[in-house]
């Protein structure tokens, strides 16, 4: 796919072939299939119990016969980029190269399109590995509007989902996340502020704050990513790729009146022009 000695530069191939960039750069290095058993197990009590810490989780995994300590848990939990999501007292400054904005989405009503987009990341298991999904969704009618899966956690390919949604359905009013920092970065806040758009976070562990992603990661791991386990990137990127046209064109939500999120989407879009 990638030809290191082509005369088209990197960045632009990994363009055309749509993949992060990062990857081009990634060593990949294995993970005992052991470690990899436990954290497929993680990902689905997490997603079960978001609540959970290393602690927590370690006695979970104990009752499923696994012997696991509590820094083990905790070193697959950072490798899969969770935490338990609970509001924690701040025990550490924040990088002033990283700054974090103010939540600025309580008690606001948001009922059209492009008034507010959020994103996350979730982990995804495979076979022999694992990948990282990072997805784009409007608050109002549950669209996902662009999607990137990477094979590590840098910024760059958050940043390419943002692009790729915003030249195709245009910029939002405000853009919400988590504290994570992907989101964080400099070069990712400047991919929002200079489109005029403005940023919102969540409350450090306040996963209520941004709830229509953590309920499409639930939807997309249990009807999706559960059912299978990927051989590849390549076949992760295909399936998933059909899960999230299935999700936007049809399958109906009950917060949207039996509706497609595309559905609700396109309509409101069509009466606002009209």
Same mark, same amino acid.
């Given at each position: ?19 992060s960039?990062s ?11 052991a ?5 497929r197990?993680?990902?689905r ?7 959970a ?6 006695d979970?995994?104990r009752?499923?016969?696994d ?40 008690g606001?009503?948001i ?20 990948l ?7 608050w ?6 662009a999607w ?6 840098t ?5 390419? /989902?943002? $692009?790729? *949604? ?10 919400? %996340?988590?504290?994570?920092? &992907? ?29 229509f992603?953590?309920r499409?990661?639930?939807?997309i791991k ?5 059912l299978r /386990?990927? $051989?590849? *990137? ?7 790729g059909?899960?999230? %046209?299935?999700?936007?064109? &049809? ?12 559905e ?11």
């Amino acid at each position: 796919m990638i030809d290191r000695d082509h005369a088209l530069p990197l960045s632009r191939q990994a363009e055309l072939l749509d993949v992060s960039r990062s990857s081009l750069y990634y060593t990949p290095v294995p993970l005992p299939k052991a470690d990899l058993e436990l954290m497929r197990k993680i990902d689905r009590l997490h997603t079960d119990y978001p609540f959970a810490g290393a602690r927590m989780m370690r006695d979970l995994l104990r009752r499923l016969g696994d012997r696991i300590g509590r820094r083990h848990t905790g070193r697959l939990m950072r490798l899969m980029g969770i935490e338990a999501l609970y509001r924690k007292k701040r025990t550490s400054l924040r990088n002033p190269h990283h700054p974090v904005f103010p939540y600025l989405l309580r008690g606001r009503t948001i009922d059209r399109p492009n008034h507010v987009w959020a994103s996350d990341i979730s982990y995804i298991p495979m076979r022999q590995g694992f990948l990282y999904l990072c997805a784009i969704l409007d608050w109002a009618t549950r669209k996902v509007l662009a999607w990137r899966l990477s094979n590590s956690l840098t910024t760059d390919f958050c940043i390419d /989902a943002v $692009e790729e *949604a915003i030249a195709k359905y245009g910029c939002p009013e405000i853009f919400n %996340t988590d504290q994570g920092a &992907q989101f964080t970065d400099s070069d990712f806040i400047a991919t929002l502020k200079t489109r005029g758009i403005e940023v919102s976070m969540d409350g450090k562990g306040a996963w209520r704050d941004n709830v229509f992603v953590e309920r499409f990661w639930r939807s997309i791991k249990y009807e999706e990513v559960y059912l299978r /386990a990927y $051989e590849s *990137a390549t076949e992760a990127k295909q399936f998933i790729g059909r899960y999230i %046209t299935f999700y936007n064109e &049809q399958r109906p939500h009950t917060a949207l009146g039996g509706r497609t999120p595309d559905e609700v989407y396109f309509n409101q879009l069509d009466r606002k022009a009209a």
